[in-house]
């Protein structure tokens, strides 16, 4: 694969300026999955019945890429039964009624600051802040997003080998950036955050680059957008700024950002911006790494974004667990009926369950009136050739999607499929309505599971 150095993608709308984040009350019934990223779920440690405070740890798992899960809301455990996650699939979900006490754990209430300063932060030990990030169960915030300690941690086996010598390469990290773009605007909560650079801000991104041991910090920020106070925060910390175009889709989403401000290509299929030497967050993760940091009490809320056809568009601050048909009546409810993507327009998923709670991993939801939804066609490619110009890691699209709708798995294989980032740019733009990303996505999924059993 080879990123595309002129522009390729779509342009999109400019979107709006965003107000900061409102506070939602919390709901009467919080829903609290026991698997909240990629990777393994944790196992309940409650039961049904039992009383419950906010910070208690209600699931927890011994496996590394797992997380444990705390109950954001006092109250009682009413049933463990199974809710759809973001990806429309079922997991097992601790259901807590809601005393609207808002009682921490004891240990939790007493809590206090252990880190009050970003100057603190650089001089502990790498360790102990990933130690604390871990015990909070935090995530990155995007859908299917790792367990934060998890990115953060070095692989146990190296990259590659020394020619000849046999000598292990691991790459250090040396770029921390920290995104202040949205993937699919206009779901915007990292937009909505750009005026609050506080103190919890600065110790959050202190802190991942104490972890990740980078050099050089990088604010990716929103062109057009204001975005003084944060440049002042660089500016008096030393850190770098660059602009990103939020019209240019998909140059905002993680490998490309990568790729425009190092120069530098993340390996696909398996690869990951680490093994170029890059740690890249979104904004609003480094908040919650400060918040985590500052009052030593996991994360209980998220900042949620509600876009598309909505009366009132907004983005909240969300007790985690609330249902999102709650968020949405909260912003006026759809003003069409349509569909519901968590995520954005271009590379949401579907949700049909309005009680699929917000959970660590969303950021947001974009609904669509139902004369947008679009119907794709079982028509055949007339060669176009659109796809093709749209595409921004320069893959076939017109050809890959006929090798995956005649399962012609392997030849895929070989054309680079595994390297297509899921954008939806070559259906957006095809002519003849084809379900490419559909039959993209079937082809990956063919492959893989062809791998694993093999
Ligand atoms: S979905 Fe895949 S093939 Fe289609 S434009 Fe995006 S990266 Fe290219
Ligand atoms: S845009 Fe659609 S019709 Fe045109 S070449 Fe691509 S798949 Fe074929």
Redesign the pocket.
């Known amino acids: 694969m080879k990123f595309s150095s002129w522009f390729k993608g779509i342009r999109l709308p400019r979107p709006p300026a965003a107000a900061p984040p409102v506070e939602l009350p919390a709901p009467e019934v919080v829903y609290i999955p026991l698997r909240q990223h990629r990777g393994a779920q944790a196992q309940p440690t409650v039961e049904p019945g039992q009383p419950v405070q906010m910070g208690q740890v209600v699931g927890a798992s011994e496996d590394f890429e797992s997380t444990t899960v705390q109950a954001t809301v006092s109250g009682t455990v009413k049933t463990i039964k199974d809710v759809s996650d973001p990806a429309g699939e079922p997991v097992p979900t601790v259901v807590i009624a809601n005393d609207g006490a808002d009682a921490w754990l004891d240990e939790l209430a007493e809590a206090g600051a252990p880190f009050s300063e970003a100057a603190a932060v650089v001089k502990t030990r790498p360790t102990r802040l990933l130690k604390r990030i871990r015990e909070a169960g935090l995530v990155r915030a995007e859908v299917q997003g790792r367990p934060l300690h998890v990115e953060l941690t070095p692989p146990l086996a190296p990259q590659s080998y020394l020619y000849m010598t046999g000598i292990p390469v691991m790459r250090p990290i040396d770029t921390l950036i920290i995104k202040a773009v949205d993937n699919d605007p206009p779901v915007s909560p990292n937009l909505a955050c750009l005026g609050m650079a506080d103190s919890q801000l600065e110790i959050g991104i202190s802190a991942l680059a104490r972890i990740s041991g980078a050099e050089r910090v990088v604010l990716a920020l929103p062109a057009g957008a204001d975005s003084a106070a944060l440049m002042a925060m660089a500016a008096a910390n030393e850190w770098e700024t660059a602009q990103i175009s939020q019209t240019h889709y998909?140059y905002t989403t993680v490998n490309l950002v990568v790729h425009s401000l190092t120069g530098r290509e993340v390996p696909t299929p398996y690869g990951e911006p680490r093994d170029v030497g890059v740690v890249i967050e979104p904004l609003i993760t480094a908040r919650d790494v400060g918040q985590v940091l500052t009052s030593g009490r996991p994360v209980v809320e998220r900042i949620f974004s509600v876009a598309g056809e909505v009366n009132r568009p907004q983005t909240f601050q969300v007790r985690l667990g609330t249902p999102i048909g709650e968020v949405l009546a909260a912003a006026g409810g759809p003003s069409e009926a349509g569909k519901v993507l968590v995520g954005g327009p271009m590379m949401g998923l579907a949700q049909f369950d309005p009680s699929a709670p917000v959970t660590r991993e969303t950021e947001g939801v974009f609904v669509q009136s139902a004369r947008n939804v679009e119907h794709f066609a079982d028509q055949p490619c007339i060669h176009c050739g659109r796809?093709v110009a749209?595409?921004?890691?320069n893959?076939l699209?017109s050809e890959?999607g006929k090798l995956c709708e005649y399962q012609q798995f392997e030849d895929a294989a070989e054309c680079d499929l595994l390297s297509?980032?899921?954008?939806?740019?070559?259906?957006y733009v095809c002519p003849a309505r084809r379900p490419?990303?559909h039959f993209?996505r079937h082809g990956k999924h063919e492959i893989l599971a062809g791998r694993m059993e093999s």
């Open positions: 998909p796809c749209a595409c921004p890691v893959l699209p890959l297509c980032i899921e954008c939806g740019c070559c259906a490419m990303v993209l």
